[in-house]
């Protein structure tokens, strides 16, 4: 085979005359090129660790703090209160140094330490900027002078471009909340839900627990949070993830859309070329950090930890707890199509391919006729059932020979994409079409995607896109983030010619993509044909609704002066009442990324406040100015709730790890059983928009993402994912349970529409207001 040849750097033949010795040129140059391209990203790598060590300094201010103090000294003034001169003592080198020189380096020294000190002071003043989070509490559009000076400060202290993780070393740590504060708060949050006698019995559970372990448990917890950066993160993502035995196909991991209405190409190979060459362009990007911290206002800064993890990362399973495998650098990806596994690499030369030479090498993949090795086909699906088979399968058949080098290049690949031999997306003429596309993005047909990959790029027939993310390495921003610099960079920036290819020139000579090669037991065929079942029973339990809501938006919701989520979330209360007749414990994410390696909390949405407006909108004899005033209170309290969340004032991560402590000391304390045991049956989620504000919605109004979602969170609950897309519209994702007698995710998604409209009409009625 040719490429077998050209993947040999010399040859040699033995004759009577000796060894024959022929080098392959060509060869040597790529593997040249490649060591070169290797030591380049090994410089910006260490020149970045540099400049962001500094910061909020510069390099260069090093030179002008030794100028200063040289010029200092040169005028006969020391600076340093004799401490030169006892450096210049100290030193271990007097007898090979003029006094000058020993005098200059001493001088060198101390401004060296001096000017780490500063740097110091400088880190610890913009920590102490980032610790305030009044700002957050204050009205819409009434800002205090105090908050004013705050911000101007926290602008002059990070004056000097920041690089991506340059804040990182500033960023405040996440706060323990009091004992009290939090089982008040938690109190107040089930009361709603709670009848008087079952409300008695918890107030007795949590005063019993506030008195004894609640105090020794606050202390390991607070020592913790005195040595680790987070002191909710690593527990988070081990136990809520990772731990967990159960599939993480549908149960964990998410998906994301494509564009509401835009597909710029239908050639399936060549979307895939512009795709996986802009996720390269921002994996460079992000190797080099150059892309911008996320700011909240843009002005206070967030965590970009989670980001680091984001390409060249695999789950790995385990018997008793799974890990997060990542490499420094990956310089291949796999495609799997129709039941094959291909290698393809992503340089030629030390260059990254063109979008072009990427279309060139996955047409070769649509146009390969091979059938699959035996089991191959539904091998993905040992990644979709149960965790410990497939922790077992890969110890016992997977560790040696072509089964392991072809899973290592699948788990040491940069991407992971699969070639979809299905045609998929939103249709207008065909409602169920996004139930559709939303199904094959969470689960496919259950062996067509590799779930422990930190993503699976999945490419349709017909030239849409999406994502299935795994969850414990990050949240749905940090993908977001990533998939809104993909969209833009595909429409904006790359482009395609007129019949729908990629633009560029393409290298002929570049090695055609390698087919993985497996060796496939019989005993291991069922173990794959096991977790198949297990997977399939899952996925066809789901019952997926989504719709894009066009009756009206957030412009709309903003001239309700309220917030758009709290609108939502208000409508969501009414709905699962409507749908159910009664209230249930609500789940909504917010971030708390404006603390060092923050992630998560849960803003409890169902209130006293939400409970009592959803009373008064089926109370007829209620007039409408009671109803718009209910409302108000109960928005006011979600918003306050969502304040305390974001800033580490929250419920349910403060509770979950002094559990996990708890469990460290062989307790088990009945109140905090009981919390952790109480189900989410309607689990939301606001997927962020414009985070990079990289597209003009305005201008190009097709341009709009669908947004994602994700399964139902518990046997007989909802799971909602919401965007709120542009001025004019918001789209729906709802998943649950066919097995549940009580859910139905069509009907409940009608329930949200007309809820929608029901508060709306709260305000149109008000002096008319025209919404």
């Not at 794959?528 to 029973?537: G, Q």
């Not at 994410?589 to 169902?606: H, K, N």
Request: net charge positive; hydrophobic share 40%.
């Amino acid at each position: 085979m040719a490429e077998a040849h050209q993947a040999v750097a010399f040859q040699f033949t033995v004759t009577p005359d000796g060894i024959d010795f022929r080098l392959s040129q060509e060869v040597l140059k790529h593997i040249y090129l490649s060591g070169v391209t290797s030591w380049r990203k090994r410089f910006i790598r260490f020149k970045n660790g540099i400049l962001t060590g500094v910061y909020p300094a510069s390099p260069s201010s090093w030179l002008f703090v030794v100028i200063a103090i040289m010029s200092a000294m040169y005028a006969r003034i020391d600076p340093s209160m004799g401490m030169i001169d006892g450096i210049k003592k100290n030193l271990p080198v007097n007898g090979y140094m003029a006094i000058q020189t020993q005098t200059m380096l001493s001088a060198i020294l101390f401004s060296t330490g001096l000017w780490i000190s500063l740097i110091f002071i400088l880190r610890q003043m913009l920590k102490l900027l980032l610790s305030y989070h009044g700002w957050m509490f204050e009205p819409h559009g009434q800002i205090s002078r105090s908050t004013r000076i705050w911000a101007v400060l926290v602008k002059i202290f990070s004056v000097r471009k920041p690089m991506l993780y340059s804040f990182q070393a500033s960023l405040p740590r996440l706060p323990v909340p009091r004992i009290d504060d939090t089982i008040k708060r938690y109190l107040e949050s089930v009361r709603p839900l709670l009848d008087d006698e079952q409300y008695s019995k918890m107030e007795t559970l949590a005063e019993e627990f506030k008195k004894n372990p609640a105090p020794r448990l606050q202390k390991y917890l607070l020592l913790k949070s005195w040595w680790a950066p987070n002191y909710v993160s690593d527990w988070w993502e081990e136990y809520i993830y990772l731990r967990s035995r159960n599939p993480i196909m549908v149960n964990s991991n998410y998906y994301v859309m494509d564009l509401v209405s835009m597909t710029p190409t239908h050639l399936q190979a060549a979307r895939a070329g512009n795709a996986v060459y802009a996720m390269l362009l921002y994996r460079r990007k992000l190797d080099r950090e150059e892309l911008s911290p996320m700011k909240v206002f843009g002005i206070v800064p967030m965590c970009s930890n989670q980001m680091e993890r984001m390409f060249n990362t695999t789950r790995i399973p385990g018997i008793e707890t799974d890990s997060v495998q990542h490499l420094k650098d990956s310089k291949h990806m796999v495609v799997y199509h129709k039941g094959r596994f291909y290698k393809v690499s992503l340089y030629q030369g030390g260059r990254l391919l063109l979008p072009s030479e990427f279309e060139m090498q996955f047409q070769k993949i649509l146009d390969d006729t091979t059938e699959p090795h035996v089991g191959e086909l539904k091998l993905p699906a040992l990644t979709a059932g149960e965790r410990i088979p497939w922790a077992r399968a890969r110890a016992q058949f997977f560790s040696q020979g072509v089964n392991k080098a072809s899973l290592d290049a699948i788990e040491k690949a940069a991407i992971f994409m699969t070639l979809d031999d299905e045609a998929h997306g939103y249709d207008r003429q065909k409602p169920r079409s996004m139930n559709l596309y939303a199904k094959s993005l969470l689960h496919g047909k259950c062996y067509d995607r590799w779930f422990d990959k930190s993503f699976n790029l999945i490419v349709y027939t017909n030239g849409k896109l999406g994502i299935n993310a795994e969850h414990s390495w990050s949240d749905a921003p940090t993908v977001g983030h990533l998939w809104e610099f993909v969209l833009a960079e595909d429409i904006f920036q790359l482009g395609y010619t007129e019949d729908g290819h990629c633009k560029g020139e393409v290298n002929k000579s570049i090695p055609p993509p390698f087919k993985l090669q497996w060796d496939i037991t019989q005993e291991c065929k069922d173990v794959i044909e096991s977790s198949c079942n297990v997977a399939k029973a899952l996925a066809e339990d789901v019952d997926f609704y989504g719709y894009l809501f066009e009756d009206f938006g957030k412009g709309s919701i903003k001239m309700c002066r309220t917030s758009p989520d709290a609108f939502i979330q208000l409508a969501l209360q009414l709905a699962h009442f409507r749908d159910k007749g009664q209230f249930c414990l609500t789940y909504e994410a917010s971030m708390t990324r404006i603390f060092r390696e923050g992630r998560t909390e849960t803003i409890r949405s169902c209130t006293l406040q939400s409970t009592k407006f959803v009373y008064a909108m089926e109370d007829a004899s209620k007039s409408n100015e009671e109803k718009l005033e209910l409302f108000r209170k109960a928005a006011e309290k979600h918003q306050h709730m969502c304040r305390l969340a974001m800033t580490g004032a929250g419920i349910d991560r403060h509770l979950f790890c002094l559990y996990v402590v708890s469990k460290y000391l062989g307790m088990d304390p009945p109140f905090l059983k009981q919390v952790l045991s109480e189900p989410w049956r309607l689990s939301t989620s606001q997927t962020p928009q414009q985070q990079l504000c990289m597209i003009d919605l305005e201008k190009h109004p097709d341009c709009i993402s669908a947004g994602g979602g994700f399964g139902p969170v518990a046997d007989d609950g909802y799971g909602v994912s919401y965007i709120i897309s542009g001025e004019n519209r918001m789209t729906f994702h709802i998943s649950s349970k066919l097995s549940s007698p009580e859910t139905d995710s069509y009907r409940f998604g009608q329930n949200i529409r007309q809820a929608l409209l029901d508060i709306r009409a709260l305000f149109s009625q008000k002096k008319n207001m025209k919404l």
